[in-house]
């Protein structure tokens, strides 16, 4: 009963490559997030999406395509990859504008060698 | 631009020692949140502060929130190697209220 699933858990690839990640989430939120965290720890946002619409997009480079084809999905799509690429990325939801206690997925560690 | 600060980024206690940590805003929160992330986990929700000085209990864990809503505090009551872990703040800016999280805080616990 998995409430924010990322797949796959582990990504390892070659520069250039293109690469998605996947998010689903089963808790009936409306709204769902693209964070990085780097190896420092820190957590960036880069997306998020309401109801399949687009509210957040910080400054990412444009190789990173965000996709939400309902509200239970949020995939990450990133083309020519980067060695600066390499994180983890976590998938989040919550509910509401309010936007209190995200639950965030087991995170997408992505490693461009 | 907005910020939450969190410093400083790593501390080591002895196990049974109270820990405190603190967290800052650059502008004025409507809410502050905070989240742990255990070794090799994700961020896990723990709490939500709204109101002027409020405190809030979970177990050993108190946080509060400050008079101002600008800064916000954890303390860890006789810490527990179960305890360890990074420890987030995160409160809304910007236009879109974006959940913005500080640089974390890791906890080491030791036995």
Excluded at chain 2, 6 to 28: A, L, M
Aim: with cysteine.
């Amino acid at each position: 009963d998995t409430a924010v699933s990322q797949t796959p858990k582990y990504l390892v690839t070659q520069m250039g490559n293109d690469k998605s990640i996947k998010c689903e989430q089963n808790l009936g939120h409306d709204t769902m997030y693209w964070y990085k965290q780097d190896s420092k720890k820190f957590l960036k946002i880069m997306f998020s999406y309401n109801n399949k619409e687009l509210i957040i997009n910080e400054t990412v480079p444009n190789r990173f395509s965000p996709k939400s084809p309902d509200k239970a999905h949020l995939n990450l799509h990133i083309n020519s990859l980067e060695l600066g690429d390499s994180a983890v990325y976590f998938c989040a939801s919550s509910q509401g504008w309010d936007r209190v206690g995200y639950t965030f997925g087991s995170g997408t560690r992505l490693t461009v060698v | 631009g907005q910020q939450v600060m969190q410093i400083p980024q790593y501390q080591h206690v002895q196990e049974g020692e109270d820990f405190t940590t603190y967290c800052n805003s650059s502008t004025t929160l409507s809410n502050i949140q905070w989240y742990k992330q255990r070794p090799g986990g994700h961020p896990v929700f723990l709490i939500q502060l709204v109101k002027s000085g409020e405190v809030k209990k979970q177990k050993r864990l108190t946080f509060q929130f400050g008079e101002a809503k600008k800064n916000s505090s954890l303390h860890i009551t006789a810490t527990q190697t179960t305890d360890v872990g990074t420890y987030f703040c995160a409160g809304p800016t910007g236009a879109n209220s974006k959940l913005t999280f500080g640089k974390g805080i890791t906890l080491s616990v030791r036995p």
